[in-house]
Each structure stands twice: as C-alpha cells, then as structure tokens.
C-alpha cells in the first residue's frame, strides 16, 4: 500500500502561525484514525523542527508520508546549517537570541524532543547550505 | 475533574471555555514552550505566565485540558480568537504559579 503524502510550506517571517502545518497534520492523523500516541509524537516532533525552521532558517518546508505502519516527516531548509550536531543534540544548548527566548522558545529541547517522540531521526547538514531532517514515527 | 469544576472549586477566570466538560488527568507547571511539550501529558491543566500565540499551538499538539494564565497575566491580542478556533481552554488567574499549581494538585 502506498502512502499518502502531504506537503507544508513553513513561513520563516512568521511566529503568530508558526505550528499551523503541524496543527493541520495532527488534525489529519486523527481523521486517518491513529491512535492518540501516534499522533501525539508525530505533532510533537514535527512543531519541533517547525519552530526551529522558523527561529534558525527563515523556514522550509515539511514532507510528511503516512504508511499503515509509519509516518515518515521529511523538513528541509536552506538555513545556515548546524555546525555541531552533537552539541545541538545536548539538552539545554541553543543558539537562540534573548528576543526568540522571552517567547518562551530556545529552551534547548528541540532536536532531544524530535529524537524523543521518533523511532529515528536522520539529520543531514552542511553550514552554509541547508538541513534536512528525516523522522520516522512507528505505529 | 472537569475544567468548568475546577474553574468553579479554584474561582478562575475563564477567557475562553469551549470544551468545560474536558477533564483533568493532572497538571503541568512551566513557560518553556518546548519543555511542556516534552512533558506536558495529555489531559493536563497547563499553568504558566506565557501569554503569546504559541501557547495555543502548544496546548493542541501536547493535548493539555486546558491552560491556566497566572498573575494576572492576559493573553496577547489575538490569542483569545486563535483559542476560540483552536478549541483552548483559557483560565486567568491571579494566584501564583506555585499556588495554583498546588491548589490543582489538591484537586486531583
């Protein structure tokens, strides 16, 4: 069986709308009938790299294959790429500026969360270029 | 405990209650937005002082049962409109953090 595919474009100017795509796809993962678990990680997971394509990469974009078995959330951006993705991987380290902290972002848990609530997180970067992020939620 | 008893027992305020009858399974402390989604648990009654758009977002992705406002902090504008869309409970209160918190805990 195929996968359904959905596509978001995240728009990098706007914090006020930042989390409508993940908000759009928990709200289709329901209708598709996973369970609130499922849904939950993969809302979670995805707001992450929303927000952080947001705070970091003035947007991108979130590709999201749903399996019967897996839901597969692809999140591109031609940001300024994660220079120590081990460091970025540590809970509590951010780069975020004062501004994006007092909204109450930046806490350091981005990345640790998506690596949390997925089976597996594949994170291709290069400074200067890009990220892409690759997440598989298990049903 | 239902939001709308646990507005009455506490004397919240509330700005927005689309869904009174949502029950409340526990309770979530903290304004790092990321933090409460990392441990925030479905069904909790989230307390915080942070009043912007995102806190909407946050609410319906973690599954909170509703989000209490503290110290007499209002939302932003706009936010009271994105809660009614959005289906948020939001309560104000002026109590501290740690206050209501253990008045929820109580509750419970």
Not at chain 2, 38 to 49: K, L
Not at chain 2, 90 to 108: E, P, R
């Amino acid at each position: 069986m195929g996968a359904l595919s959905y596509h978001f474009n995240i728009d990098g100017e706007d914090f006020s709308s930042a989390g409508d795509a993940s908000v759009a796809m928990k709200k289709t993962l329901r209708q598709l009938g996973f369970p609130n678990d499922v849904v939950r990680r993969c809302s979670i997971a995805m707001y992450e790299g929303e927000i952080n394509m947001v705070i970091h990469a003035n947007g991108g974009t979130a590709d999201v294959d749903v399996y019967p078995d897996k839901i597969v959330i692809v999140l591109e951006d031609h940001g300024p790429g994660i220079p120590d993705v081990e460091l970025a991987m540590k809970e509590g380290y951010s780069t975020s500026t004062e501004q994006i902290r007092n909204m109450g972002f930046g806490a350091g848990m981005g990345l640790p969360n998506m690596k949390r609530y997925t089976e597996s997180l594949e994170i291709e970067t290069q400074v200067g270029v890009g990220t892409k992020l690759t997440m598989v939620v298990g049903v | 405990m239902t939001v709308q008893a646990l507005t009455e027992r506490l004397g919240l305020t509330p700005l927005c209650l689309p869904d009174p009858d949502r029950e409340i399974e526990g309770g979530y402390t903290g304004d790092l937005l990321s933090w409460v989604m990392g441990n925030a648990r479905s069904g909790d009654a989230w307390i915080t002082i942070m009043s912007n758009q995102n806190i909407i977002a946050v609410a319906t992705l973690a599954d909170t049962a509703c989000i209490i406002l503290t110290e007499g902090v209002q939302p932003d504008p706009g936010v009271l409109e994105l809660a009614e869309k959005k289906d948020i409970n939001l309560l104000t209160t002026q109590a501290s953090s740690f206050a209501i918190g253990a008045k929820v805990a109580a509750c419970l």
